[in-house]
């Protein structure tokens, strides 16, 4: 692997590189392939045995896997990571290997609908107990700490309210009570916070959104300490939710851009936020780097930029809120976040309409709640169409 050490997020992000082949390619090819020769059955078994280092089986690694979390765990200042199928499996591969029947698991309330049902339907049937929280209640996180308690999961921003944890709080609270610290920063991504600082064990992506950031392909990492990646490896490379060769090569090549389109999703997602916040059809907006944010001082402390997400509900209700959708023009309506093209998601009834009513509620996520997840299309069009949108929807 060709690293060049010491040097800026972007260029680390272009410039680590699977080393090239005789053919001298400048850009990585793509290892289509699902195993590797041995030259001797010796070799074969030293491969297996983990006597020597090398590619075996893509179910185990791959050149442009390799390439992609040497990248990631670059950016994020770690020392081990592994490549998922999708962020789901980077969620439930982090959190299922390193618990046991018996164990207890901290989460704050406000996470991605689909996590929050991992840990409260899915891992309980296995004895695995759990405790919500609120992220911003700090006596509450230390009163949820049980003899048992294992893991803490943690996520911010959080989708879809912008919630932010206090990650040094969370960090010092895991290391006083014993607890492995699994943070997932796909919101915010490595540019704009590295949970590591903080004492994060284990660092959770959905490489769908802003790693992709083109809405192609799904993929996942997970990314930390030694110690509790080999525990995770060994249980993902059994059980097979591996990241196919294709998408860490599309996602490789994305990191490359990471940095430069993360400052095009911050700096629109501020002008849309400062738009809002002025606009008399906003009964309430959220950013994290908006001043009327409960966790402003925070949320400056901890991310580099505001992020690309902007939160807001509109007067009128969840009606206004429908007809306001429906007239969007530019916006995509979808579920997804973290794409070159600006997308408006209504999240009670598509990204958490698992969670009941009153889940949806505590965690912020009223009926109106609208999502944006701002683009890299020039800033005027992106506000020009929520202009119109908001006029036709009166
Ligand atoms: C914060 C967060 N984590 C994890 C996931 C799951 O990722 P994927 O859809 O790649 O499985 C999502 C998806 O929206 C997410 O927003």
């Not at 800026?8 to 090819?29: G, M, N, Y």
């Not at 992020?307 to 509900?313: F, I, P, Q, R």
């Not at 698992?354 to 996520?365: C, F, N, P, R």
Request: with cysteine; charged share 20%.
């Amino acid at each position: 692997m060709n690293r060049i050490k010491n040097k800026h997020f972007e260029t680390l992000a272009i410039r680590t590189q699977t080393e090239q082949t005789d053919q001298k390619e400048h850009s990585t090819p793509l290892f289509l392939t699902s195993s590797f020769t041995f030259d001797s059955t010796e070799e074969g078994a030293a491969l297996f045995d983990g006597e020597k280092e090398g590619n075996l089986y893509a179910r185990f690694s791959n050149p442009n896997t390799d390439e992609f979390i040497n990248k990631l765990n670059l950016l994020e200042g770690t020392e081990a990571g592994i490549a998922t199928a999708s962020g789901m499996a980077a969620v439930f591969g982090s959190i299922f290997p390193n618990v046991k029947s018996g164990d207890h698991i901290i989460a704050s309330r406000a996470i991605f609908g689909n996590s929050i049902n991992v840990i409260t339907q899915i891992l309980p049937n296995y004895g695995i107990d759990y405790t919500l929280v609120d992220v911003d209640d700090n006596q509450a996180w230390k009163e949820a700490v049980k003899e048992n308690t294992k893991f803490l999961f943690v996520e911010t921003p959080s989708n879809p309210t912008l919630k932010i944890a206090d990650l040094a709080f969370l960090g010092n609270l895991c290391k006083q009570y014993n607890i492995i610290y699994g943070v997932d920063n796909c919101f915010a991504t490595p540019y704009l916070q590295q949970p590591i600082e903080y004492g994060a064990d284990l660092i959770i992506h959905s490489a769908t959104k802003y790693i992709d950031g083109q809405g192609r392909v799904l993929g996942g990492a997970i990314l930390g300490k030694k110690q509790y990646i080999d525990v995770c490896y060994n249980f993902l490379r059994r059980t097979g939710a591996s990241l196919s060769p294709f998408n860490a090569w599309v996602l490789s090549k994305s990191l490359e851009t990471l940095a430069i389109r993360m400052d095009r999703h911050c700096s629109n997602a501020e002008v849309l936020y400062n738009y809002l916040e002025s606009n008399d059809e906003v009964k309430q907006v959220i950013f994290p780097h908006g001043k009327n944010h409960p966790q402003y001082k925070l949320a400056k402390e901890q991310m580099k930029q505001g992020g690309g997400l902007v939160g807001c509900e509109l007067k009128g209700g969840t009606k206004r809120g429908a007809r306001f959708l429906n007239a969007l023009k530019l916006h995509s309506l979808t579920a997804n976040l973290g794409d070159t093209r600006s997308i408006a998601t209504h999240p009670a009834s598509t990204t958490h309409v698992k969670l009941s009513k009153e889940e949806q509620l505590e965690v912020g996520i009223t009926p109106g709640f609208i999502r944006f997840s701002l683009g890299l299309e020039h800033i005027d069009d992106i506000i020009a169409d929520i202009k119109q949108a908001l006029a036709v929807s009166k």
